[in-house]
């Protein structure tokens, strides 16, 4: 339910710790308290949003400014000269383990594909 306190509206709200990387009106972005690479960091949207199919109804300014958030993180961490990987998990079958939409920009080395 998108009332229900995630462990991302907690981090939001700074009820949890994080190691915040970045700030801003539009986006928070925090260390993976589980990373898969040298670098992992999540982004979020400022404004809740639990699902991609909730953006289809979303304020077009709203998405592109969690996108735009999304290359600010990516800028600030440094990883423009070798590239980076961002991976949105959506429901289920997409392993997406908390409900509210993120992305996970990972760097740091070489990726491989498939991913999985």
Do not use: C
């Not at 961490?77 to 070798?82: I, M, Q, T």
């Not at 409900?99 to 990726?111: C, E, N, V």
């Amino acid at each position: 339910m998108a009332n229900e306190m995630t462990l991302f509206d907690k981090i939001k709200s700074k009820e949890i710790p994080a190691k915040i990387v970045y700030e801003d009106e539009d986006v928070l972005a925090f260390h993976d308290i589980n990373p898969q690479a040298p670098v992992h960091v999540l982004v979020i949207p400022q404004r809740k949003v639990q699902r991609f199919a909730e953006f289809v109804g979303s304020d077009n300014a709203d998405v592109g400014a969690f996108i735009k958030g999304v290359a600010k993180v990516a800028q600030k961490l440094g990883l423009e000269a070798n590239g980076y990987r961002v991976v949105f998990n959506n429901g289920k079958h997409g392993q997406q383990t908390v409900d509210y939409i993120h992305a996970h920009i990972l760097g740091g080395r070489q990726m491989q594909w498939p991913p999985g």
